[in-house]
T-cell receptor, first 113, second 115 residues
Framework: GESVGLHLPTLSVQEGDNSIINCAYS??????FIWYKQESGKGPQFIIDIRSNMDKRQGQRVTVLLNKTVKHLSLQIAATQPGDSAVYFC????????????FGAGTRLAVHP | NAGVMQNPRHLVRRRGQEARLRCSPMKGHSHVYWYRQLPEEGLKFMVY????????ESGMPKERFSAEFPKEGPSILRIQQVVRGDSAAYFC?????????????FGPGTRLTVT
């Protein structure tokens, strides 16, 4: 299938380890953030979201942390599995009144058995 | 419950031809967003539409690109007189009409290749 982001930064982890993917966002007024997973040849798939009035949100095996002071977002994946291999994008909504998302450049997660 | 549908999945056009990309939002969604993804880059916002209205087209190139979301039928992204630089993956997303804190659901994309 088609490759997305041939020169994206890559995070390589062993199966079963925890993964942490980081993202710096640009707009201090952004009030809603989403992490998406994109597999080769597919559209982005929602993972987890967080509003700016929170600093942590947990899902199934995933946790998002938001640090508004330094405009930093992270995605933690527990017990990483081969099926987690993909490109991960953070997206911010710059409080435009509707869901106009600004995407980060992406990080490729490679899970090795 | 079908997700966001896009067609065609792959489209090859020669320079100067027109490309028409179609997007059917999820059932019950009346907000449609188009994004473009160039190789090695993240998605870039192009346009936001509601039924029969263009709300924000700030990401659309000024020439050759247009979008519509008619009362009936899919949203259409139209690129006239395509050039090689238009080669990219074009994604459509939809969201429900209830406030701004809602995830966008993405379609599988249309991969446009201009030869």
């Amino acid at each position: 299938g088609e490759s997305v982001g041939l020169h994206l930064p890559t995070l390589s982890v062993q199966e079963g380890d925890n993964s942490i993917i980081n993202c710096a966002y640009s707009n201090s007024a952004s009030d809603y953030f989403i992490w998406y997973k994109q597999e080769s040849g597919k559209g982005p798939q929602f993972i987890i979201d967080i509003r700016s009035n929170m600093d942590k949100r947990q899902g199934q095996r995933v946790t998002v942390l938001l640090n508004k002071t330094v405009k930093h977002l992270s995605l933690q994946i527990a017990a990483t599995q081969p099926g987690d291999s993909a490109v991960y994008f953070c997206a911010e909504n710059p409080s435009s009144g509707y869901n106009k998302l600004i995407f980060g450049a992406g990080t490729r997660l490679a899970v090795h058995p | 419950n079908a997700g966001v549908m896009q067609n065609p999945r792959h489209l090859v056009r020669r320079r100067g031809q027109e490309a028409r990309l179609r997007c059917s939002p999820m059932k019950g969604h009346s907000h449609v967003y188009w994004y473009r993804q160039l190789p090695e880059e993240g998605l870039k916002f192009m346009v936001y539409l509601q039924k029969e209205n263009i709300i924000d087209e700030s990401g659309m190139p000024k020439e050759r690109f247009s979008a519509e979301f008619p009362k009936e039928g899919p949203s259409i992204l139209r690129i006239q007189q395509v050039v090689r630089g238009d080669s990219a993956a074009y994604f459509c997303a939809s969201s429900p009409p209830v406030g701004q804190f809602h995830e966008q659901y993405f379609g599988p994309g249309t991969r446009l290749t201009v030869t």
